[in-house]
């Protein structure tokens, strides 16, 4: 069946660059999406990449995206504090797991 | 523009109770999500309507679990009766596509963290 998933934890400090990866199993997604769950609250889409695509900026993200691996990353440049929460990949309604963010002074 | 509203926000019950949880999408949102989300976890699709019909209730326990779009807008989720591991925050979402294919923005409520005892 579909799956989606990714590594549970990271921890980096203020300043740094984040880097979240995702691995899916269904080439048929035409976009992928990223979302973020702060403590208490429901998602929030964070950003996504239609399929046709390889890399999307925006801002301080960075999204990457290799079709042939099924593999999806999201990059945080310059991470802050207000970034700790987790981040979740997902395909349509499929949801990975969720990586938890930990940003440290 | 308002969120999408969810209630109760926190509910605990002893097993073999019942509970429903509701939720009121974005006016004017076509399509509703329900997800279960067990602590640790990602969110996991119960059913997916668009206007009041069914579109994916595969992963809904249908012996204990039933949802309802009335018209097309409000949303009911009830579970009947608990299991421990019904345990888990409850998240419904919206969004304003057909949400089958293309870009598809889902919106999420706070959802309703149940504790059953």
């Known amino acids: 069946g579909e799956d989606v998933e990714q590594s549970l934890f990271l921890s980096v400090r203020e300043g740094d660059s984040s880097v979240i990866n995702c691995t899916y199993t269904?080439?048929?997604?035409?976009?992928l999406y990223w979302y973020k769950q702060e403590p208490g609250a429901g998602l929030q889409l964070l950003t996504y990449i239609f399929s046709n695509m390889d890399m999307k900026q925006d801002q301080r993200l960075t999204v990457l995206l290799n079709k042939k691996d099924k593999h999806l990353s999201l990059r945080i440049a310059d991470t802050q504090t207000g970034d700790s929460a987790i981040y979740f990949c997902a395909e349509l309604v499929i949801f990975g797991t969720g990586t938890r963010l930990q940003v440290f002074p | 523009e308002a969120g999408v509203a969810q209630s109760p926000r926190y509910k605990i019950i002893e097993k073999r109770q019942s509970v429903a949880f509701w939720c009121n999408p974005i006016?004017?949102?076509?399509?509703l999500y329900w997800y279960q989300q067990i602590l640790g976890q990602g969110p996991k699709l119960l059913i997916q309507?668009?206007?009041?019909?069914?579109?994916?209730d595969s992963q809904l326990p249908k012996d204990r679990f039933s949802a309802e779009r009335l018209k097309g807008v409000d949303s009911t989720l009830k579970i009947q009766p608990a299991k421990l591991e019904d345990s888990a925050v409850y998240l419904c979402?919206?969004?304003?596509?057909?949400?089958?294919?293309?870009?598809?923005?889902?919106?999420f409520g706070p959802g309703t963290r149940l504790t059953v005892l």
């Open positions: 006016s004017g949102h076509a399509t």
């Open positions: 309507f668009q206007n009041n019909g069914v579109v994916d």
């Open positions: 269904d080439s048929s997604s035409t976009y």
């Open positions: 979402a919206s969004s304003p596509t057909d949400g089958t294919s293309g870009y598809n923005e889902q919106f």
